[in-house]
T-cell receptor
Framework: GDSVTQMEGPVTLSEEACLTI???????????LFWYVQYPGEGLQLLLK?????DKGSNKGFEATYRKETTSFHLEKGSVQVSDSAVYFC????????????FGQGTRLTINP | GAVVSQHPSRVICKSGTSVKIECRSL??????MFWYRQFPKKSLMLMAT?????????EQGVEKDKFLINHASLTLSTLTVTSAHPEDSSFYIC?????????????FGQGTRLTVV
């Protein structure tokens, strides 16, 4: 079945450091890929997405590129802020219009001032 | 983006009682909604798919008599945890996708923190 594997956390960085959270996936078809963010005590918010190979999703300074050849969708940010502290989930949905999401384990990110 | 609202955000109940959690799509109609459970510091586990006007589809290992799902309208799905026990304490989150768009992402409710004492 489909699966998503994320970099183990927790990750602790200083403000303005560079961030990479690795995500790889296994899927039988051509999934859409997502990064969701969860702030403490809240639900999930969509951070960015990519629907086909070589697409780059970006939002709030975060970026991720859909790499079919390496089945990866790594999350990157050049300069993190304290407000970026949260749990980040990589996820996929298998078919166009499908709604069921398969999530990675989540990576807890803490940014220190 | 589309808005999904979940209520209550937090509930504490006694062992043996039942708790109902509501999930509403506020600005779109959702024929399908999803219910997830999240254990502390863990990922989300899909519990069931809620289908408007028909029975929910449960994932393997999820007790359907324990977690009753009703999707009586295009904007409301409910999850009822029946005869709750402390091991049911968890964070429950619903999601839905707006079928009126071609965008693939799902939108999530704020989540419900259930504590059974």
């Amino acid at each position: 079945g489909d699966s998503v594997t994320q970099m183990e956390g927790p990750v602790t960085l200083s403000e303005e450091a560079c961030l990479t959270i690795n995500c790889t996936y296994t899927a039988t078809g051509y999934p859409s890929l997502f990064w969701y963010v969860q702030y403490p005590g809240e639900g999930l918010q969509l951070l960015l997405k990519a629907t086909k190979a070589d697409d780059k999703g970006s939002n709030k300074g975060f970026e991720a590129t859909y790499r079919k050849e390496t089945t990866s969708f790594h999350l990157e940010k050049g300069s993190v802020q304290v407000s970026d502290s949260a749990v980040y989930f990589c996820a996929l949905s298998e078919f166009q219009g499908a709604q069921k999401l398969v999530f990675g384990q989540g990576t807890r990110l803490t940014i220190n001032p | 983006g589309a808005v999904v609202s979940q209520h209550p955000s937090r509930v504490i109940c006694k062992s043996g009682t039942s708790v109902k959690i509501e999930c509403r799509s506020l600005d779109f109609q959702a024929t399908t909604m999803f219910w997830y459970r999240q254990f502390p510091k863990k990922s989300l586990m899909l519990m069931a798919t809620s289908n408007e006007g028909s029975k929910a589809t449960y994932e393997q290992g999820v007790e359907k008599d324990k977690f009753l799902i009703n999707h009586a309208s295009l904007t409301l799905s409910t999850l009822t945890v029946t005869s709750a026990h402390p091991e049911d304490s968890s964070f429950y989150i619903c999601s839905a996708r707006d079928p009126g768009t071609v965008e693939p992402e799902a939108f999530f409710g704020q989540g419900t923190r259930l504590t059974v004492v």
